[in-house]
């Protein structure tokens, strides 16, 4: 970007500038001369999906404002072929009818805590951006991996096998997976996105991502650290391993969750169930619209089965309700799992419409959020994951079929 165009530039998107009705979908064109035909020709473009089966190519410019004006996407570039590789006729999971796990689960929720979720926030949010194509967000990734495997070594979890590790990816933040082996290699996912964004010039302006997705990255780290302390769990007992994921570049379109599960398809991983964490820290837009306090069951592109069980461990283990919202194609990571044929859910700190409108800019800051909410996602998680972890699939698909459920 010429420095002339960069100083028009700046000073609205310091102000994060109101759009109008009338430039949704609209990209605005480089003043003739800026740019001759042949740099015209070199920006390089993107192919992305706004809706099932509707793509269309893009700068990376115009990925920014169609984010600005709320359109979600995939960025399908590298992975177009995603889904194309899953066996189409593997039968869906059955999910339990009802939560089994109370005695096991209730105890490990105890131990569920506000000061290592602040803590934790705390540091995240004091790298100046977590952008995916900056050395933030490379160091934030850095910082991320050890705290996740310091974790694993003060549970003494790495001595029964348990790790985490980067996956790699071509820029220069990684995502990140935790592996919690059980008896078999069919696994429940728990995910969160790690990178935050500032839509006005990405590089350059500050992005605390307190909330998007600092909350939910801090919430499955608090819920894996406490898993951690069932013995079970780390010995392998479970019937199916667990892991968490911490994914890489979803603001620029779901990147890094897709080249997981990509790469799940391709090697033939069964991955029974995956529940996506995106922003679990605001409740003061529900408060203020004189509703309770609930935590945001997403209902649309997601797996039916899936969610009804989420609800069901809502219930049983967490203080607060639940209500049912729905977000749009491709709002979160949950979507690159489902476009892989595994069964995924989403779970959001509200109703849509009340969530955090505080995102994507220098205003996502830990003093709109509420760590008791947070705590509440971690109870649900925990809750979620032991119950799952300890489920034979096999057996209620056989039950199923013999027309016992």
Same mark, same amino acid.
């Given at each position: 970007?010429?420095?002339?165009?960069?100083?028009?530039?700046?000073?609205?998107?310091?102000?994060?500038?109101?759009?109008?009705?009338?430039?949704?979908?609209?990209?605005?064109?480089?003043?003739?001369?800026?740019?001759?035909? @042949? @740099?015209?020709?070199?920006?390089?473009?993107?192919?992305?999906? =706004?809706?099932?089966?509707?793509?269309?190519?893009?700068?990376?410019?115009?990925?920014?404002?169609?984010?600005?004006?709320?359109?979600?996407?995939?960025?399908?570039?590298?992975?177009? !072929?995603? /889904?194309?590789?899953?066996?189409?006729?593997?039968?869906?999971?059955?999910?339990?009818?009802?939560?089994?796990?109370?005695?096991?689960?209730?105890?490990?929720?105890?131990?569920?805590?506000?000061?290592?979720?602040?803590?934790?926030?705390?540091?995240? =949010?004091?790298?100046?951006?977590?952008?995916?194509?900056?050395?933030? /967000?490379?160091?934030?990734?850095?910082?991320?991996?050890?705290?996740?495997?310091?974790?694993?070594?003060?549970?003494?979890?790495?001595?029964?096998?348990?790790?985490?590790?980067?996956?790699?990816?071509?820029? !220069?933040?990684?995502?990140?997976?935790?592996?919690?082996?059980?008896? &078999?290699?069919?696994?429940?996912?728990?995910?969160?996105?790690?990178?935050?964004?500032?839509?006005?010039?990405?590089?350059?302006?500050?992005?605390?991502?307190?909330?998007?997705?600092?909350?939910?990255?801090?919430?499955?780290?608090?819920?894996?650290?406490?898993?951690?302390?069932?013995?079970?769990?780390?010995?392998?007992?479970?019937?199916?391993?667990?892991?968490?994921?911490? *994914?890489?570049?979803?603001?620029?379109?779901?990147?890094?969750?897709?080249?997981?599960? &990509? !790469?799940?398809?391709?090697?033939?991983?069964?991955?029974?169930?995956?529940?996506?964490?995106?922003?679990?820290?605001?409740?003061?837009?529900?408060?203020?619209?004189?509703?309770?306090?609930?935590? /945001?069951?997403?209902?649309?592109?997601?797996?039916?089965?899936?969610?009804?069980?989420?609800?069901?461990?809502?219930?049983? *283990?967490?203080?607060?309700?639940?209500?049912?919202?729905?977000?749009?194609?491709?709002?979160?990571?949950?979507?690159?799992?489902?476009?892989?044929?595994?069964?995924?859910?989403?779970?959001?700190?509200?109703?849509?419409?009340?969530?955090?409108?505080?995102?994507?800019? =220098? !205003?996502?800051?830990?003093? *709109?959020?509420?760590?008791?909410? +947070?705590?509440?996602?971690?109870?649900?998680?925990?809750?979620?994951?032991?119950?799952?972890?300890?489920?034979?699939?096999?057996?209620?698909?056989?039950?199923?079929? +013999?027309?016992?459920?």
């Amino acid at each position: 970007m010429k420095a002339s165009l960069l100083a028009l530039l700046l000073p609205a998107a310091a102000s994060a500038r109101f759009i109008e009705a009338n430039e949704i979908n609209r990209v605005i064109p480089f003043p003739d001369g800026l740019l001759d035909g @042949a @740099a015209e020709q070199s920006v390089e473009k993107f192919l992305i999906e =706004t809706a099932p089966g509707e793509t269309r190519w893009v700068t990376e410019d115009q990925k920014w404002e169609l984010r600005r004006n709320g359109q979600e996407f995939m960025d399908i570039t590298d992975h177009g !072929d995603l /889904g194309s590789y899953h066996v189409k006729t593997a039968a869906k999971p059955i999910f339990p009818s009802k939560v089994k796990l109370q005695s096991e689960v209730k105890p490990l929720l105890k131990n569920l805590t506000k000061s290592f979720l602040q803590e934790h926030l705390e540091k995240f =949010t004091s790298f100046r951006t977590r952008y995916y194509k900056s050395d933030y /967000g490379r160091q934030s990734s850095e910082w991320l991996l050890k705290t996740v495997q310091d974790t694993i070594k003060d549970a003494g979890a790495d001595e029964y096998g348990v790790t985490a590790k980067h996956f790699k990816h071509p820029w !220069d933040q990684n995502s990140i997976i935790a592996t919690i082996p059980g008896q &078999s290699n069919e696994t429940i996912v728990i995910g969160a996105h790690q990178d935050s964004i500032n839509l006005w010039l990405p590089s350059l302006l500050p992005a605390p991502g307190a909330d998007d997705d600092g909350s939910g990255t801090v919430t499955i780290l608090e819920a894996f650290r406490v898993l951690l302390q069932s013995q079970d769990v780390i010995k392998g007992k479970a019937p199916n391993t667990i892991e968490f994921h911490w *994914y890489s570049a979803e603001e620029g379109g779901l990147l890094g969750s897709q080249a997981i599960f &990509s !790469d799940y398809e391709k090697k033939g991983r069964i991955v029974k169930a995956m529940l996506q964490q995106d922003m679990t820290g605001f409740v003061q837009g529900t408060l203020d619209a004189g509703k309770p306090e609930s935590v /945001g069951v997403i209902t649309d592109f997601v797996d039916p089965g899936l969610t009804a069980f989420i609800k069901k461990v809502i219930e049983a *283990y967490c203080e607060i309700p639940w209500v049912e919202t729905k977000c749009g194609y491709a709002c979160s990571d949950h979507a690159s799992a489902s476009k892989a044929g595994y069964p995924s859910a989403f779970v959001i700190e509200s109703a849509f419409g009340d969530s955090d409108k505080h995102i994507h800019g =220098t !205003d996502d800051l830990i003093d *709109y959020l509420s760590f008791d909410h +947070m705590l509440q996602h971690a109870r649900m998680t925990l809750g979620l994951v032991y119950e799952l972890g300890f489920t034979d699939f096999a057996k209620l698909e056989n039950k199923a079929n +013999m027309g016992e459920l």
